[in-house]
């Protein structure tokens, strides 16, 4: 005859404990992507950033020397004004939408990204990619000075805030 030796209360433990372990490797997991996803985020917004001024350069010297605008970012590519031609980084297909100069229908002034969602920076007051344009800045183009910025935050009542001064009239 056999003896059966059973520790009671340890029994069928082994499965709960292995699923909870995996339970909280995943979630520890699912933390480090989503801030690592933000940072890839504000990475491609820098590179957007880069990009759109590197082009808007190109051209305004194309403009200054020929007298008009580029037909397209291809255009600047070959005639030597950018290295490569620059992608949209914040789209798939990396895609830009040209901004046209009034009147033109196959000219290129600027570039503005096709991607329709918030910004982490403040372009010129805009706090949409899709708002931040990158024009030349000729004589013909009404260009606003590229600020960049943090969004404003409501820091009323926040412990170590400065009081904002009131605006002089």
């Given amino acids: 005859m056999t003896a059966?030796?059973?520790?009671?209360?340890?029994r069928g433990m082994a499965l709960p404990t292995?699923?909870?372990?995996?339970?909280?490797?995943?979630?520890?997991?699912?933390?480090?992507?989503?801030?690592w996803d933000v940072q890839?985020?504000?990475e491609r917004e820098k590179e957007l950033l880069w990009r759109g001024k590197k082009i808007s350069k190109a051209i305004d010297?194309?403009?200054?020397?020929?007298?008009?605008?580029?037909?397209?970012?291809?255009?600047l590519y070959n005639m030597k004004y950018i290295r490569k031609p620059y992608k949209d980084p914040?789209?798939?297909?990396?895609?830009?939408?040209?901004?046209r100069p009034p009147g033109s229908l196959n000219q290129i002034m600027g570039v503005k990204s096709k991607?329709?969602?918030?910004?982490?920076?403040?372009?010129?007051?805009?706090e949409n990619y899709k708002e931040w344009e990158f024009i030349a800045e000729t004589e013909g183009s009404q260009r606003p000075g590229t600020r960049v910025g943090r969004p404003p935050r409501d820091t009323q009542g926040?412990?170590?805030s400065r009081p904002q001064p009131e605006p002089k009239k």
């Fill in 4 to 10: 059966r030796i059973t520790v009671t209360g340890k």
């Fill in 18 to 35: 292995v699923l909870f372990m995996v339970f909280l490797l995943n979630m520890s997991f699912l933390v480090a992507f989503q801030g």
């Fill in 40 to 42: 890839l985020k504000r």
């Fill in 61 to 75: 010297r194309f403009y200054k020397e020929r007298r008009m605008y580029p037909e397209s970012i291809e255009q």
């Fill in 90 to 99: 914040m789209v798939k297909d990396g895609e830009w939408e040209y901004i």
């Fill in 115 to 126: 991607l329709d969602e918030k910004s982490f920076y403040i372009l010129d007051d805009k």
């Fill in 158 to 160: 926040t412990p170590g």
